[in-house]
């Protein structure tokens, strides 16, 4: 759904999205807190056969949140209140799977709307659509102004084409450019859709952005490494005051474990090994990446032996790396 232009709202329209947008920031509205406890955990294990009146008014006492009929719904398919439905849940699960339980025993679902829970039928909810507001602006580019209508192409077309085609023929996807939002009007099914595909795109980047952190990391390990000749990991606060025991007094802030050691390097010719942890190198704390590299920066500023501190078999000793 290609833009062309901005889209200016008139006054009426920019007050409903403002209170939509502020909804979708987790205000405390009542469409929000219905929202909030679907997702709770509850356990219904009733061993007998309830009617349908029985079961909701029970997950209404339960849960608190309102739960009313569309009764011209029921008569589609000629259920009634009396109609049976299955409740026994012996484990804990959120509100909304319960609810979906048995609802769809019957062929029925629910929506939300005007701030109360509807138990209507499949078609009838189909065709009820809702207008909700997505921030989307830790999607955009980071050189974008978000203020075109091209800015927020990528994450339109990637809703859209992930969404089934013909749910779009009654819905709509509306770029509201001050608090960089999506308002889309679809149906809650739909929009139940859009909310995992944001949340699983919002994980693939966090989970990106920690990819490139380690790729940070490893190449300040690889630079440490061409120095010293070994490959290390911090060892952790507690381990280290757990290992050294008193030692810990006059060596607090910790250590490195050597993990792989280059045959040829001046360490291992020093007789260090892989598992030692080294505390002092030439007097300077080494207990993480920014602490080698500052001493790899100044190695060969150090005089031609140079003192390293470590820890073995329950004791501190000094080893000369020539």
């Given at each position: 759904m290609p833009l062309d232009k901005k889209i200016i709202f008139p006054l009426v329209a920019m007050l409903v999205l403002t209170i939509t947008f502020t909804a979708s920031l987790r205000a405390e509205t009542p469409e929000q807190e219905i929202l909030d406890k679907l997702g709770?955990?509850?356990?219904?294990d009733v061993k007998e056969p309830v009617t349908l009146l029985e079961a909701v008014s029970l997950?209404?006492?339960e849960s608190g949140i309102p739960l009313v009929f569309d009764t011209r719904a029921l008569d589609e398919p000629g259920i009634t209140f009396g109609t049976t439905v299955n409740l026994r849940l012996p484990v804990r699960m959120?509100?909304?799977?319960?609810?979906?339980y048995v609802t769809k025993q019957l062929d029925l679902t629910y929506v939300i709307r005007n701030e109360v829970v509807h138990i209507t039928s499949q078609s009838r909810a189909a065709g009820a659509t809702l207008l909700r507001a997505y921030y989307v602006g830790d999607f955009l580019k980071a050189d974008c102004s978000g203020e075109d209508a091209e800015d927020f192409q990528p994450i339109m077309d990637y809703i859209q084409t992930m969404i089934p085609a013909q749910s779009w023929e009654e819905g709509s996807i509306i770029v509201y450019y001050p608090n960089r939002i999506l308002v889309i009007r679809q149906t809650e099914s739909v929009h139940e859709e859009i909310t995992r595909l944001l949340f699983k795109l919002r994980s693939y980047q966090e989970q990106t952005e920690e990819?490139?952190?380690i790729a940070e990391k490893t190449e300040s390990d690889k630079s440490v490494y061409e120095i010293f000749g070994f490959e290390f990991t911090p060892v952790p606060k507690d381990q280290w005051e757990r290992v050294v025991g008193r030692g810990v007094e006059a060596f607090p802030e910790g250590a490195v474990r050597i993990t792989a050691l280059d045959k040829d390097s001046p360490f291992q010719r020093a007789?260090?090994?892989?598992?030692?942890?080294?505390a002092r190198i030439h007097g300077f704390v080494t207990t993480s990446v920014a602490d080698l590299k500052k001493i790899a920066s100044e190695?060969?500023?150090?005089?031609?032996?140079?003192?390293?501190?470590?820890?073995r078999d329950e004791y501190f000793s000094t080893q000369v790396v020539r």
């Open positions: 709770e955990m509850f356990e219904f997950l209404q006492k959120p509100l909304k799977e319960i609810l979906n990819v490139e952190e007789g260090i090994q892989e598992g030692d942890m080294i190695w060969k500023t150090f005089s031609p032996q140079v003192e390293i501190l470590l820890f």
